[in-house]
C-alpha cells in the first residue's frame, strides 16, 4: 500500500516527465517542482505546468533567476552557442543546478511533509555534466538529511538507463504517447519530436527509434 509523499524535480521534459509517472506508481502523493531561472525557452514552464494540471498534480515554481545571474549559458542565453567541445563541458551545463535545484526542493518537501525527492539525473546519458552524477546525488542526500536534521531520499529511476531504455520505462508506465506526444526536451522550444536537431532531439530521437526497434523484434510488430 501505497503511503509516502514525495516531490518531483520537474522541467516538463522527457526524462522529467516520465520521472513524474514513476512517482505517481510508487507514492500515494506526489507534487512537482519547477525552476524559472530565466531558460532561453519560457515554455518548458508553460508545458510543465500543464502537465502537471492535466495530471491533477499540485505544481510549484520557484524564482531561481539568481541562477542565471551567477552562471551565463547557453540555456538561457541566446548569445551563447550550444556546443560541446571534445574535453569540454557542454555549454549547455549550468554551474551548481542541480544542486540548488535539490535543495530547494528539499526545502519546501520538508514544509509538505515529503521525505522523498525524484529527479531525471542519469549518468548514461548525462553529456558530462558532474551533477548528474550518482556519487554527487548520494553526496548530497548525505548532507541534506544533516542540514535539515530529516531522513530524504533522493530517487533517481533513471541513473543507469539510456535513452532507449528510458522510453522503455514510460512505455511501462502507459506514458509513451504522452511523453512523446506532451513533453520539450528541443533547446530549441519546440514540443514532441522537437526540432530534430539540436543535441537534446537527437539523443531523444535515436533512443526512441532504438526502442521501437527492439519492442518491433520482440513483439514481431
Not at 544542486?99 to 526542493?105: P, T
Not at 511533509?113 to 556519487?135: K, N, Q
Not at 548525505?142 to 533522493?154: R, S
Amino acid at each position: 500500500m501505497k503511503t509516502e509523499k514525495a516531490v518531483v524535480v520537474f522541467s516538463g521534459g522527457q526524462d522529467s516527465t516520465t520521472c513524474l509517472f514513476w512517482a505517481l506508481k510508487h507514492f500515494a502523493e506526489v507534487e512537482a517542482i519547477t525552476f524559472d531561472y530565466n531558460q532561453r525557452h519560457r515554455l518548458e514552464i508553460d508545458v510543465a505546468s500543464s502537465i502537471a494540471k492535466e495530471l491533477g498534480i499540485e505544481h510549484t515554481v520557484l524564482d531561481m533567476s539568481l541562477l542565471n545571474q551567477l552562471a551565463p549559458n547557453a540555456l538561457t542565453r541566446s548569445d551563447i552557442a550550444i556546443e560541446h567541445k571534445e574535453g569540454e563541458l557542454p555549454s549547455t551545463f549550468v554551474d551548481g543546478r542541480n544542486l540548488l535545484f535539490l535543495s530547494f526542493a528539499a526545502v519546501l518537501a520538508k514544509q509538505k511533509g515529503a521525505r522523498h525527492l525524484v529527479t531525471g539525473v542519469c549518468e548514461t546519458d548525462f553529456s558530462g555534466y558532474p551533477d548528474c552524477r550518482d556519487i554527487f546525488i548520494k553526496s548530497l542526500n548525505v548532507t541534506l538529511n544533516l542540514a535539515m536534521d530529516y531522513q530524504f531520499v533522493i530517487h533517481t529511476p533513471l541513473m543507469w538507463l539510456n535513452k532507449a531504455e528510458t522510453w522503455k520505462l514510460a512505455d511501462e508506465l502507459g506514458a509513451l504517447e504522452f511523453v512523446r506526444t506532451k513533453t520539450l526536451t528541443c533547446y530549441n522550444g519546440i514540443i514532441a519530436d522537437g526540432c530534430g536537431e539540436c543535441p537534446a532531439c537527437i539523443l531523444r530521437k535515436r533512443g526512441l527509434e532504438q526502442y521501437l526497434r527492439e519492442k518491433a523484434e520482440v513483439t514481431g510488430r
